[in-house]
C-alpha cells in the first residue's frame, strides 16, 4: 500500500504471502521524512517454530529512528510517522481477525505443501545425480590403494563424493620400509582405506606429482564390486 506520506507491501502482495507461507511475515513502512523503514509489523503463527500448520498468529510492532532526512520538518515527518503508525495497528488488529487467521493459515499449509514438493524433487534429483555416478567399488578401489603403494614416487589418490565436487584425498608416505597411507590427516590401515575410497565416485584418480604439479594418472580400473 502507498500514499504520498508513507508506504508498506500489501497484504496481497508476493512479499506478504511468500511470508505467510514460511508461517512468518514483515511489513516495513517507509516513512516520507525518514532514510530507512522506521516501522515494522511482525505476524508469526504459533506454529512457526514447531513446523505446526494450524494456529494462532499473533503481531507486533517494532519502531526505530530511522534517519532523518532534510526535505521535511520535524512535524511534518512526525506527523507522516504517527499516521503510519496508526495504519500499522489496524493492519495489525485485521490480521488477526478471525477471517485473516483463517487465511494466514491457508497460505501456511499452502507453504508446508510446497515446501514438501521441493525437497522431493531435491531428493529425486540428488538419487539421479547419485545413480548416474556409481560408487568405485572395492575392486578398483583395492587396485587404486595398491597402485598407489607400489609406487616410489609422489603420488596421491583425490576421490570424489558422488554427485558432488567434494574432494577426500588419500596420501601416500615412506615410514621406514612400509608406505603407508593418510586420510583425513592420520595415518589409516591399507583396508580401511579401501573401504572409504570403494564408497566414493568412480571419478576418483590416482594424481602423480610432476614438475611441481599433480597430474592424472589413472591406471585401468576393472568393473566395480
Same mark, same amino acid.
Given at each position: 500500500?502507498?500514499?504520498?506520506? +508513507?508506504?508498506?507491501?500489501?497484504?496481497?502482495?508476493?512479499?506478504?504471502?511468500?511470508?505467510?507461507?514460511?508461517?512468518?511475515?514483515?511489513?516495513? !513502512?517507509?516513512?516520507?521524512?525518514?532514510?530507512? %523503514?522506521?516501522?515494522?509489523?511482525?505476524?508469526?503463527?504459533?506454529?512457526?517454530?514447531? /513446523?505446526?500448520?494450524?494456529?494462532?498468529?499473533?503481531?507486533?510492532?517494532?519502531?526505530? =529512528?530511522?534517519?532523518?532526512?532534510? %526535505?521535511?520538518?520535524?512535524?511534518?515527518?512526525?506527523?507522516? !510517522?504517527?499516521?503510519?503508525?496508526?495504519?500499522?495497528?489496524?493492519?495489525?488488529?485485521?490480521?488477526? @481477525?478471525?477471517?485473516?487467521?483463517?487465511?494466514?493459515?491457508?497460505? +501456511?499449509?499452502?507453504?508446508?505443501?510446497?515446501?514438501?514438493?521441493?525437497?522431493?524433487?531435491?531428493?529425486?534429483?540428488?538419487?539421479?545425480?547419485?545413480?548416474? %555416478?556409481?560408487?568405485?567399488?572395492?575392486?578398483?578401489?583395492?587396485?587404486?590403494?595398491?597402485?598407489?603403494?607400489?609406487?616410489?614416487?609422489?603420488?596421491?589418490?583425490?576421490?570424489?563424493?558422488?554427485?558432488?565436487?567434494?574432494?577426500?584425498?588419500?596420501? !601416500? +608416505?615412506? /615410514?621406514?620400509?612400509?608406505?603407508?597411507?593418510?586420510? %583425513?590427516?592420520?595415518?589409516? =590401515?591399507?583396508? +580401511?582405506?579401501?573401504?572409504?575410497?570403494?564408497?566414493?565416485?568412480?571419478?576418483?584418480?590416482?594424481?602423480?606429482?610432476?614438475?611441481?604439479?599433480?597430474?592424472?594418472?589413472?591406471?585401468?580400473? @576393472?568393473?566395480?564390486?
Amino acid at each position: 500500500m502507498k500514499n504520498e506520506k +508513507f508506504s508498506h507491501p500489501a497484504i496481497d502482495s508476493d512479499h506478504f504471502i511468500s511470508g505467510a507461507k514460511r508461517g512468518y511475515v514483515s511489513i516495513p !513502512f517507509h516513512v516520507d521524512g525518514f532514510w530507512t %523503514d522506521v516501522i515494522t509489523l511482525y505476524c508469526q503463527s504459533e506454529g512457526y517454530k514447531a /513446523s505446526n500448520l494450524e494456529g494462532k498468529w499473533s503481531c507486533s510492532i517494532s519502531t526505530s =529512528s530511522g534517519g532523518r532526512g532534510k %526535505d521535511l520538518s520535524d512535524i511534518e515527518a512526525y506527523g507522516n !510517522f504517527a499516521q503510519a503508525l496508526m495504519v500499522a495497528v489496524g493492519l495489525a488488529k485485521k490480521l488477526e @481477525t478471525q477471517e485473516m487467521q483463517a487465511h494466514l493459515n491457508e497460505l +501456511f499449509k499452502q507453504g508446508g505443501i510446497e515446501q514438501k514438493q521441493a525437497e522431493e524433487r531435491t531428493k529425486k534429483a540428488r538419487e539421479e545425480a547419485v545413480a548416474q %555416478d556409481p560408487a568405485l567399488g572395492e575392486t578398483a578401489a583395492q587396485e587404486l590403494i595398491e597402485a598407489a603403494l607400489g609406487r616410489d614416487d609422489v603420488v596421491m589418490i583425490r576421490a570424489y563424493y558422488r554427485a558432488s565436487t567434494g574432494e577426500k584425498d588419500f596420501t !601416500f +608416505f615412506q /615410514s621406514g620400509n612400509v608406505r603407508k597411507v593418510k586420510m %583425513d590427516g592420520g595415518v589409516v =590401515s591399507r583396508k +580401511f582405506a579401501i573401504h572409504k575410497l570403494a564408497v566414493m565416485s568412480v571419478r576418483s584418480r590416482l594424481l602423480v606429482r610432476k614438475d611441481g604439479q599433480w597430474t592424472p594418472e589413472q591406471p585401468a580400473i @576393472t568393473e566395480n564390486a
